[in-house]
């Protein structure tokens, strides 16, 4: 019998990612910058995702903690009305689009996944919320990549959508020389509000 080893930790996070339609119409848009700035890390287009809470490397036991309360959370939240827009860049490294629409619902979202976690007694980094959706990252010494694309972004103004699950997801980084990729390890519908 063949028995994987499963890995005793998990880098995860907790997002909503937007509907496809949507991360086309961007993809579309940085068409250019993919063709202008090939030595930026892209991030694929399946990945892209508005963090609400990063939680860093936790033991695979949290994510049983998590689920029941992240289930209950998103069956009783309305959906959101979000928006991709425009573009900018933290550090000169990393490429991001803004989100628009219901900003302040997002941030009182992110507010109520936080306290769960919290309730759930697991540790985490808890930083301000800054609503992004992050696209690239330009090599170290690349100081101009990530801002020009950036610029071009400026003007973007995306179609709104409403947010569908809430999703709990894994990453991978840190675990060799490869590109980030990220899997759902749970994700839940949000319901009416009711």
């Not at 907790?14 to 509907?19: K, S």
């Not at 949507?22 to 068409?31: F, G, P, Q, T, V």
């Not at 540790?123 to 690349?142: K, V, Y």
């Not at 980030?180 to 949000?190: K, L, N, V």
Request: glycine fraction near 8%; charged fraction near 25%.
């Amino acid at each position: 019998m063949n028995h994987e080893t499963q890995p005793a930790t998990v880098r995860i996070f907790i997002a909503l990612a937007p509907p496809d339609d949507a991360k086309d119409e961007l993809a579309r848009e940085l068409r250019p910058s993919y063709e202008d700035y090939p030595r930026m890390r892209w991030n694929r287009i399946e990945d892209w995702h508005i963090t609400l809470a990063f939680l860093g490397e936790l033991p695979v036991t949290a994510i049983a903690l998590l689920e029941p309360g992240l289930a209950d959370l998103a069956a009783t939240h309305e959906p959101l009305r979000l928006a991709l827009r425009g573009g900018g860049h933290f550090d000169e490294r990393v490429l991001w689009s803004g989100i628009d629409g219901d900003v302040p619902g997002l941030h009182r979202l992110a507010t109520q996944v936080r306290e769960l976690v919290k309730e759930c007694g697991i540790a985490f980094q808890d930083r301000p919320l800054r609503p992004h959706l992050t696209l690239a990252r330009a090599r170290r010494n690349d100081v101009t990549s990530a801002v020009e694309a950036a610029t071009r972004l400026t003007a973007f103004s995306g179609r709104p959508w409403y947010t569908e699950r809430l999703h709990l997801v894994a990453s991978n980084f840190g675990r060799g020389p490869g590109p980030i990729h990220y899997r759902d390890i749970g994700a839940w519908h949000f319901g009416s509000g009711n």
